[in-house]
């Protein structure tokens, strides 16, 4: 199965590149810094979409930009690719399976978490919407929420979302998960 994999230098996205090398598949790698370049890959069997930003800010403090950056990491860069990979039909003749890593705090809101909680609510909607336009064309479109996953980011946010650091689970097991999801 050739996966593109988004994110890899964080927790998530490591952790789902080294599972899916680990279950011999080939990962194609497309980081933050490369998203202003067309991907150079085709017959994509999967993506897993795991860039992310969790700025916390109260919301007095919460700038246009800084809400604007959020989602411009957390959605507009998945929809960007999708929609290179739709128009160029970068994917598998088969068809594609698509997971964006999205969380908990799409539906639960937390102090200081307006930004991220508000770009993770769009992420998985804007999942919703392309999988019911794309299925027909073979592309399964689906967003994750993880409650808690010991990453550096949730590291961050966890004292702001009152939430004990003990509580979150390996990157590796929702890695495990996410390959189940499209097959791998």
Known sequence: MRILI?????????????????????????????FDA?????????????????????????????????FRVNCLLFMRLM??????????????????????????????????????????ALCRAMHAELAPKGISVAAVEPRYVKTAMFDRCAGRMGVDPALARAPGDLAAEILDLIGG
Request: charged share 15%.
């Open 83 to 124: 929609r290179q990979i739709v128009a160029e039909k970068l994917y598998s003749p088969s068809g594609m399976k698509v997971v964006a890593v999205s969380s908990v705090s799409a539906v639960e809101g937390w102090p200081g978490g307006a930004a991220y909680c508000a770009s993770k609510g769009a992420l998985s």
């Open 38 to 70: 067309p991907v150079a890959a085709d017959g994509l069997d999967a993506l897993v979409f795991c860039t992310g930003t969790c700025p916390v800010k109260p919301v007095a403090l919460t700038s246009d930009e800084l809400f604007a950056e959020t």
């Open 6 to 34: 988004t994110g890899t230098t964080g927790g998530i996205g490591g952790a789902v590149k080294a599972a899916a090398l680990s279950r011999g598949h080939e990962a194609v790698e497309v980081n933050r810094s490369d």
